[in-house]
């Protein structure tokens, strides 16, 4: 069964945590000044990259500007597919400035960049499929957002309303399996938005609230190894039921911020 599971490589672009702390709180994880073990931090972040790396996986660096502690939350930058860049609008103002770093990256690295119109935080709330883009609202990204999306990628948008502030960003509630999968935690939806995914995806892999709090829906999978929080337990033995490789990366320091590895690691679809 596991040897059903086919990768297929990609890019990644991530930031290094130099300047990662926790300053402000703007999500339910974050208390203002918790002390971060940057070094810590530092090392589980290295392991993100060589997991990445030792799975043949191409991983870009945008370098760290000071005083923007969540820029290593890469996946909030942007969302990237066909080689169009839809840009990120921050909710929280601490956040905003990030926005010039990232596009001047991608600008560097030969993209345009569209700049949004209304609050959308990137692969956040923006989750490609392959076929449908899946949109969270309810915390961050907006409706009027979602509607910007479509327009720009002419892809089909499905919007999906968030409903368990833990879980405010939809990367902390679904992942992408691959072309035809999902795993999500249904009550961090609302009823509607679950009735929508259940059809969309009749055999996803379903977590548990204990999945779901340790940050196990906030995985990477590249269609066959998925690198998820070790402490996400039952989801990690759904997966490896399932014939996905489970890749076990401890994220724990950024946890502290409301972040774990997909957040650490944008996409590029070129
Ligand atoms: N502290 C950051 C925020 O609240 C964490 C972002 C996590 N990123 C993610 N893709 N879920 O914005």
Same mark, same amino acid.
């Given at each position: 069964?596991?040897?059903s599971? #086919?990768?297929?490589?990609?890019?990644?672009? !991530?930031?290094?945590?130099?300047?990662?702390?926790?300053?402000?709180?703007?999500?339910? &994880?974050? /208390?203002?000044?918790?002390r971060?073990?940057?070094? =810590?931090?530092?090392?589980? &972040?290295?392991?993100?990259?060589?997991?990445?790396?030792?799975?043949?996986?191409? #991983?870009?660096? !945008?370098?760290?500007?000071?005083?923007?502690? %969540?820029? +290593?939350?890469?996946?909030?930058?942007?969302?990237?597919?066909?080689? $169009?860049?839809?840009?990120?609008?921050?909710? @929280?103002?601490?956040?905003?400035p990030?926005?010039?770093?990232?596009?001047? &990256?991608?600008?560097?690295?030969?993209? %345009?960049?569209h700049?949004?119109?209304? +609050?959308?935080?990137?692969?956040g709330?923006?989750? &490609?499929?392959?076929?449908?883009?899946?949109?969270?609202?309810?915390?961050?990204?907006?409706?009027? @957002?979602?509607?910007?999306? /479509?327009?720009? *990628?002419?892809?089909?948008?499905?919007?999906?309303?968030?409903?368990?502030?833990? *879980?405010?960003?939809?990367?902390?509630?679904?992942?992408?399996?691959?072309?035809?999968? #999902?795993?999500?935690?249904?009550?961090?939806?609302?009823?509607?938005?679950?009735? #929508?995914?259940?059809?969309? *995806?009749?055999?996803?892999?379903?977590?548990?609230?204990?999945?779901?709090?340790?940050?196990?829906?906030?995985?990477?999978?590249?269609?066959?190894? !998925?690198?998820i929080?070790?402490?996400?337990?039952?989801?990690?033995?759904?997966?490896?039921? $399932?014939?996905? +490789?489970?890749?076990?990366?401890? =994220?724990?320091? *950024?946890?502290?911020?409301?972040?774990?590895?997909?957040?650490?690691?944008?996409?590029?679809?070129?």
């Amino acid at each position: 069964m596991s040897d059903s599971r #086919v990768p297929r490589r990609r890019r990644y672009l !991530v930031c290094e945590p130099r300047h990662f702390a926790v300053q402000y709180a703007i999500n339910p &994880w974050m /208390q203002p000044d918790v002390r971060v073990d940057v070094d =810590l931090a530092h090392q589980q &972040w290295q392991a993100l990259i060589g997991a990445y790396r030792a799975h043949g996986h191409d #991983v870009d660096t !945008v370098e760290p500007a000071p005083g923007l502690p %969540d820029m +290593v939350f890469a996946a909030n930058s942007a969302v990237v597919v066909d080689g $169009r860049v839809f840009g990120s609008l921050f909710h @929280a103002p601490e956040r905003r400035p990030e926005s010039t770093h990232y596009d001047t &990256w991608f600008k560097t690295a030969g993209f %345009d960049v569209h700049r949004p119109g209304s +609050v959308c935080e990137g692969e956040g709330d923006l989750v &490609w499929t392959g076929r449908y883009m899946l949109a969270g609202h309810g915390f961050r990204t907006t409706r009027e @957002a979602h509607r910007e999306v /479509q327009e720009f *990628f002419g892809h089909p948008v499905i919007s999906l309303t968030l409903v368990d502030p833990r *879980f405010y960003h939809l990367d902390t509630a679904l992942f992408v399996l691959d072309d035809d999968n #999902v795993s999500y935690y249904p009550e961090a939806f609302s009823p509607g938005s679950r009735e #929508v995914l259940a059809r969309l *995806f009749p055999n996803a892999v379903l977590a548990t609230l204990d999945d779901a709090l340790a940050f196990g829906l906030n995985s990477v999978s590249d269609g066959r190894h !998925v690198f998820i929080a070790p402490q996400a337990e039952a989801l990690t033995t759904a997966l490896a039921d $399932r014939g996905y +490789v489970p890749v076990p990366v401890d =994220l724990s320091e *950024f946890r502290k911020a409301g972040g774990g590895i997909k957040c650490c690691t944008q996409e590029i679809r070129s």
